[in-house]
């Protein structure tokens, strides 16, 4: 289809409507399976080729390796602290040069940073809250690995409480692993009141479709935390990402939700959640959980947590159950 360009962007219903166009060709070095990259996929078909992506290390980095790249706009590489400043210096660059009348308006291009959990929620958390307090139009898409994904699945700020990774395994004293829980960037993004805030899931393409056409009416800071499934990290077998990425949703472990100004809706909520354990189960970094033995508190406590969450949740919006 072509996409709507008018600022009354349409929102979709079924998924024939999703662009078939591709603006991120197949044949990278990424893993097979990697949710991050479907989720990109998908966010590129709204965002088009007047794109360039300001990525910082990581993963996606093997996506661009000169002189080989798979995107049909730019690409940026930047440290890992410092994306958000690299999307400020090109959005800068673009704004003089449509100023001085050396770029004609219509060339302009969207400024997307592209970054792993582990730069946006602990390294480059300082450099992106400077380019929102600053009210930047540009777009931020964190794929959310839940680890230090590329230098062989270290523990970040964004590991789930009970994950074992590279620095957080399994012990006599720590049974659960990592036994911290998750940082809640939707909340630290949401003080922040950028005119855009979501989760998106790539099993939920319409969903993550309308997300991006709504942002795209929208100026200024518009950011997108995107569950990323990782079978290299999580260890799964690929062909399952798909199913991780619809039961981290159905399990409410993953909300789906947007803020706009800071209001924030929930976009899916499911009548009702399936226990976490399926979800759980069958990943890799959780099987101390349920091997040799069951561990019932950190199963538990992880139950707990989301359903706590979504209790808040109903109670707080009056959210049918
Ligand atoms: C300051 C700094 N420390 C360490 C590294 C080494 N390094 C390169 S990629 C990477 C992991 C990045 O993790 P994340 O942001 O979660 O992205 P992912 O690898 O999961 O895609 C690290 C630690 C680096 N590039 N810069
Ligand atoms: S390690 Fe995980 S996040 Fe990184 S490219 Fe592979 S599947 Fe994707």
């Known amino acids: 289809m072509t996409l709507p360009t008018s600022p009354e962007l349409e929102s979709i219903k079924t998924l024939k409507q999703i662009a078939r166009e591709e603006f991120i060709l197949p044949g990278t070095a990424i893993c097979g399976g990697c949710g991050g990259l479907e989720a990109l996929r998908l966010a590129a078909k709204v965002l088009g080729p007047k794109t360039v992506f300001v990525n910082a290390a990581g993963c996606f980095t093997l996506l661009a390796t000169f002189p080989y790249t798979p995107f049909k706009g730019s690409w940026l590489y930047t440290t890992m ?12 660059a673009l704004d003089v040069l449509i100023a001085r009348g050396k770029l004609p308006a219509e060339d302009d291009v969207e400024v997307v940073v592209v970054a792993g959990d582990g730069s946006t929620y602990d390294m480059a958390l300082s450099s992106t809250s400077g380019a929102l307090f600053r009210g930047l139009d540009f777009w931020y ?23 074992r990774t590279a620095t957080t395994p399994v012990g006599v004293k720590a049974r659960a692993g990592t036994e911290h829980g998750k940082k809640d960037l939707f909340e630290i993004w949401r003080a922040h009141r950028p005119a855009y805030l979501a989760t998106v899931s790539p099993r939920f393409p319409i969903d993550l479709t309308n997300k991006f056409l709504k942002a795209k009416t929208l100026c200024g800071p518009k950011l997108f935390i995107a569950h990323a499934p990782c079978p290299t990290g999580w260890l799964y077998d690929p062909e399952q990402t798909a199913d991780y990425a619809r039961l981290a949703v159905e399990t409410g472990i993953f909300a789906l939700k947007e803020a706009v100004d800071g209001a924030v809706t929930h976009t899916y909520v499911p009548r009702r959640h399936r226990p976490v354990e399926e979800y759980l189960q069958g990943q890799g970094r959780y099987r101390h959980l349920f091997e040799p033995t069951r561990n019932e508190g950190a199963l538990r406590q992880i139950q707990d947590q989301v359903d706590r969450y979504w209790a808040e949740v109903h109670e707080t919006t009056g959210a049918a159950r």
């Open 141 to 163: 898409f964190c794929y959310d690995n839940e680890s230090y994904g590329n230098t062989g699945m270290q523990m970040s700020s964004a590991t789930p409480y009970g994950a």
């Open 81 to 92: 602290a410092s994306a958000a400043a690299g999307a400020q210096g090109v959005r800068d």
